[in-house]
């Protein structure tokens, strides 16, 4: 999908914290934005996104990631190494 361009303005205190969390959370603050959007358009349509999160073992897993990428622990791979025949 092809993105566009968006300027917003927040309070200072919400600036300051979203640059805090992008750092510590290794993301960028347009994904942040991103999620939040996504998360509150599919509550309006009704898309709940309820019964995976739920779910005991997705969310242990999930957890399990967040750590693993906070911690520097995660193994990367390259493109070819997970997509090539």
Known sequence: MSKARLNISLDQDLVDFVK???????????????QFVLTLKRHAQGESMEIILSDPDFHK??????????????KWHTFEEVFDD
């Open 20 to 34: 805090v969390y992008v750092r510590e959370n290794r993301t960028t603050v347009a994904d942040v934005i991103t």
């Open 61 to 74: 897993a999930i957890l399990n990631v967040k750590s693993t990428l906070s911690d520097g622990t995660a």
